[in-house]
């Protein structure tokens, strides 16, 4: 069935690259996305990437998609403090167009040490 | 300022007595969804709606009803709480159900004793 798996901690110094992993099993997923969620509060669209892409960057993020591996990563460069939270992998399943439906993986928590 | 509103943020209930929590949203979105945020299971979803009017059911429906009234408003019910829908839940709206763009609420962390 549908699964998204992603490691639940990391730890990284201030300055330092983060690249946070993420697995899925639906290869006909047409939009992966990366949500961030902070203490306390909802979760945000972080960014996302379609599935014809092997690579989307903005700004500190790029995102890395191997469709093959069915592996996406987020690398955040210049890891600031601020970028401590939760990120969320998340697929949406082939489909799910008439649900809205996303298949979320469990959460990576980074923490960035000064 | 465009956002999503739950309510309460907190709450702690008892078995059998029955809530709303309540989700309002104020950017004209046709979407609305509920989701459920337990400890290494991520988020899952309880029901959605693509319209006023047309509800269904997501992958943890059990226990759990919705109304949509309206287009802004999307309120989960339990009826009769128990123990095991202690959780946090959040509530989450889209222009489309075609999109993956969700915004959430800052969730509602519910405890039923």
């Known amino acids: 069935g549908e699964d998204v798996e992603q490691s639940l901690f990391l730890s990284v110094r201030e300055g330092d690259s983060s690249v946070i992993n993420c697995t899925y099993t639906d290869s006909s997923s047409t939009y992966l996305y990366w949500y961030k969620q902070e203490p306390g509060a909802g979760l945000q669209l972080l960014t996302y990437i379609f599935s014809n892409m092997d690579m989307k960057q903005d700004q500190r993020l790029t995102v890395l998609l191997n469709k093959k591996d069915k592996h996406l990563s987020l690398r955040i460069a210049d890891t600031q403090t601020g970028d401590s939270a939760i990120y969320f992998c998340a697929e949406s399943p082939h489909g799910s167009g008439n649900t809205g439906k996303l298949i979320f993986g469990q959460g990576t928590t980074l923490q960035v040490k000064p | 300022e465009a956002q999503v509103t739950q309510n309460p943020r907190y709450l702690i209930t008892v078995t059998g007595k029955k809530l709303t929590v309540t989700c309002s949203q104020n950017?004209?979105?046709?979407?609305m969804s509920w989701y459920r945020q337990d400890p290494g299971l991520g988020l899952r979803q309880i029901y959605y709606s693509m319209n006023v009017e047309v509800t269904d059911k997501g992958d943890v429906p059990e226990g759990y009803k919705v109304s949509r009234k309206e287009k802004r408003n999307f309120p989960l019910i339990l009826e009769s709480p128990s123990p095991n829908q202690t959780s946090l839940y959040f509530c989450?709206?889209?222009?489309?159900?075609?999109?993956?763009?969700?915004?959430f609420g800052e969730g509602s962390r519910l405890t039923v004793l």
């Open positions: 950017m004209n979105h046709e979407y």
């Open positions: 989450a709206s889209s222009p489309r159900q075609t999109t993956g763009e969700l915004f």
